[in-house]
């Protein structure tokens, strides 16, 4: 039962995320990417102050001697990669976004093997080839031999996206340690809208034309600030804790494959056969990256 539960959460967490994808495909064109990443954290900041406002207060001291390390999270993890997925999607389809996003994983073995000299197995180097040769597959439409070609600049963007959310788990792994997990969340998103707030004024300031807050910007903005960075990050978290971090984290590498049914569904974007098989090798490369063996 406790296992059937955990994966309701991480099938929660996956819609979640992948709606976090879609709708920001869907307001790209009225809603400037800046503008947006900080209306999504001013909502989800509004929430975890209602929700976890008393915690941190209690653990003030402790959030106060941490300020680097959480300085540091914000602006990589919620700051930047937001910024970095919101801009992306105005050029390139959502189901590119998805299976780059889902190639995190990848980059940060690849990163701990270089700088910090962790030893991947054989299994793993097998998934992070399949991982690179299915996302080039899919940004390239299927002809590898133009893949600089076919990559436009939001799958660029999406590259320095997956490049924050990497700095992002290093420094969660160094200064997450003893924080209380959703307590923490009252000064993350208070720290991302500062930083956030003087980059969208300038955004607004040269931008043309201007943009309104229409009741689709306005339920987009509601639904990202409740959805994906709230209600998708405790459903994962107790996912973790019912069945581990290693089983959790291969479900989530449904991704591309659920924002590609929502993007058809919801979107009317196109399935095509180069996208089935591309993103269907990033799952299974990603998951032979992440899945440990039980002993």
Not at 10 to 31: D, P, Q, R, T
Not at 93 to 110: D, F, K, R
Not at 157 to 167: E, K, R, Y
Request: glycine share 8%; charged share 10%; proline share 4%.
């Amino acid at each position: 039962m406790l296992v059937i539960r955990a994966y309701i959460y991480l099938l929660l967490a996956v819609i979640l995320y992948a709606g976090n994808i879609l709708v920001g495909k869907a307001v790209a064109g009225s809603l400037p990417p800046v503008t947006l990443a900080l209306g999504r954290v001013l909502v989800a900041l509004i929430a975890v102050v209602c929700l976890f406002g008393p915690a941190a207060y209690r653990q003030r001291a402790l959030l106060m001697q941490q300020w680097r390390g959480l300085l540091a999270i914000a602006v990589s993890g919620v700051a930047l990669f937001n910024v970095f997925v919101y801009s992306a999607l105005k050029y390139t389809s959502a189901t590119n976004v998805a299976v780059l996003e889902s190639g995190v994983p990848v980059i940060t073995a690849l990163c701990m093997a270089a700088f910090f000299g962790e030893r991947l197995r054989r299994r793993q180097w097998l998934g992070i080839v399949l991982s690179v040769a299915g996302a080039a597959w899919v940004v390239s439409a299927g002809n590898l031999n133009q893949l600089l070609e076919q990559a436009n600049r939001g799958d660029v963007l999406m590259l320095l996206a997956v490049c924050a959310w990497v700095g992002y788990s290093f420094t969660i792994r160094h200064w997450m340690v003893g924080l209380p997990t959703y307590a923490t969340l009252v000064p993350l998103m208070a720290i991302a809208a500062l930083v956030l707030a003087p980059l969208a004024l300038v955004e607004n300031l040269l931008l043309v034309p201007r943009w309104t807050l229409d009741s689709q910007a306005f339920m987009a903005l509601l639904y990202l600030g409740l959805g994906p960075s709230l209600v998708a990050f405790v459903a994962y978290n107790k996912a973790v804790l019912l069945v581990g971090p290693s089983r959790s984290a291969v479900l989530l590498n449904l991704l591309p494959l659920v924002t590609m049914a929502g993007g058809f569904w919801w979107l009317g974007a196109p399935i095509t056969l180069v996208q089935v098989i591309g993103s269907g090798v990033v799952v299974v490369g990603v998951t032979l990256v992440v899945f440990e063996r039980r002993r």
